[in-house]
């Protein structure tokens, strides 16, 4: 099992920047690769952002590309997203993900086993 942690959401103004944190412990060696998922009122959960575990290769949904950037720190179990010129729709419930190796469609929630509880980003225009 595979628990992961997140921090780092709050109130920002358009155009501002936040970094949400996610710690995993438990049997991160499992974890092939970790991921940021939303969700916003009303709407389905959507990808954000995939990291490999090991190699640190990346991959954005379009709608962050350019604006969002993902990454990780090995020896501290954290994986990271790093937010600048935030939008109003970038308001949502921010999630951290692991999947195992072969598991699905990296942009596809039901890829990933394990799931954090979510933090809050709010932008306001």
């Known amino acids: 099992q595979v628990l992961l942690v997140e921090s780092g959401g709050g109130l920002v103004q358009t155009g501002g920047s936040l970094r949400l944190s996610c710690v995993a412990s438990?049997?991160?060696?499992?974890?092939?690769?970790l991921a940021w998922f939303r969700q916003a009122p009303g709407k389905e959960r959507e990808f954000v952002a995939d990291?490999?575990?090991?190699?640190?290769?990346?991959y954005y949904a379009a709608s962050v590309k350019g604006r969002f950037t993902i990454s990780r720190d090995s020896d501290k179990n954290t994986m990271y997203l790093q937010m600048d010129s935030l939008e109003p729709e970038d308001t949502a419930v921010y999630y951290c993900?692991?999947?195992?190796?072969?598991?699905?469609?990296?942009?596809?929630?039901?890829?990933?086993?394990?799931w954090g509880q979510g933090t809050q980003v709010t932008v306001s225009s």
């Open positions: 438990g049997r991160i060696n499992s974890a092939y690769a």
């Open positions: 990291i490999n575990w090991t190699a640190g290769s990346t």
């Open positions: 993900a692991s999947r195992a190796y072969g598991s699905g469609t990296i942009t596809s929630q039901h890829a990933y086993r394990y």
